[in-house]
């Protein structure tokens, strides 16, 4: 059984995801991701990985990947969750099936491969669980009420993980993101940063690598706010 640290993606073709595993592969990790795109699976190819092209959505996908990262390199030392972007809009017209589909990509992108993986992090007595989110989760943003809602979900379920498996050393932090460059740049919310810039996909990476080294060893069930003071400013 390979001792190799092993890095999983969820949602990982483009944006933060992918910036996350590239970032993971030059820090010594063996990657893994998720994609619908294919794009995750090619890039995985790219950085010596395996990839997987279905949906986190998925449980049947989810244990796609879980069943060959094992088979490969028999541990997960690291999750990461990436997601993609839930329905928009005034608060009153979002629809039914519209809040069961950003409870579907906010949260249970989240809960599903969560609970395939944390168990063998349990048994292993390590792992680092790293969920993308944002600062919308505390500081709500008018028009983006699904992605409010479900990732202030998220955020209770990370310290209900953590009071669960943080003596098993199998921590989970959530990144919670202000506006990141993945997004177009719209100037009036480029403005009411108090960095007055947007965050950039790398300045994301590295704080999953942080999280996900030693240095972070001593930190779960936290929402740890990357964005720029937006979060102190509202």
């Known amino acids: 059984m390979s001792m190799e640290k092993v890095a999983l993606i969820s949602a990982g073709g483009s944006g933060l995801g992918a910036a996350a595993a590239k970032r993971l592969a030059t820090e010594g990790f063996k990657v893994a991701i998720l994609s619908s795109s294919g794009k995750g699976e090619a890039l995985a190819n790219e950085l010596g990985g395996i ?20 088979r490969q390199w028999g541990r997960i030392d690291v999750l990461v969750n990436s997601g993609g972007h839930g329905p928009r809009g005034p608060v009153l017209e979002i629809t039914d ?68 498996y943080a003596a098993d050393n199998v921590r989970m932090n959530n990144i919670q993101c202000g506006w990141i460059d993945s997004l177009p740049t719209v100037i009036e919310r480029r403005d ?43």
């Open 51 to 70: 990839g997987v092209t279905g949906s986190n959505q998925s449980n049947d996908d989810l244990q796609r990947l879980v069943d060959a990262v094992m």
């Open 97 to 164: 099936e519209q809040w069961h589909l950003g409870l579907d990509i906010y949260l249970m992108n989240v809960i599903r491969p969560v609970r395939i993986v944390a168990p063998i992090m349990q048994a292993q007595k390590s792992g680092s669980i790293i969920n993308f989110s944002s600062v919308a989760a505390f500081e709500p943003v008018a028009g983006f009420p699904t992605s409010a809602v479900f990732r202030a979900g998220l955020a209770a379920y990370a310290k209900v993980f953590a009071d669960t």
């Open 192 to 234: 009411g940063v108090p960095m007055k810039r947007y965050g950039s996909t790398a300045e994301i990476a590295a704080t999953v690598a942080f999280l996900a080294s030693e240095g972070g060893g001593y930190i779960t069930g936290q929402n740890l706010r990357v964005d720029g003071g937006l979060g102190r400013s509202i």
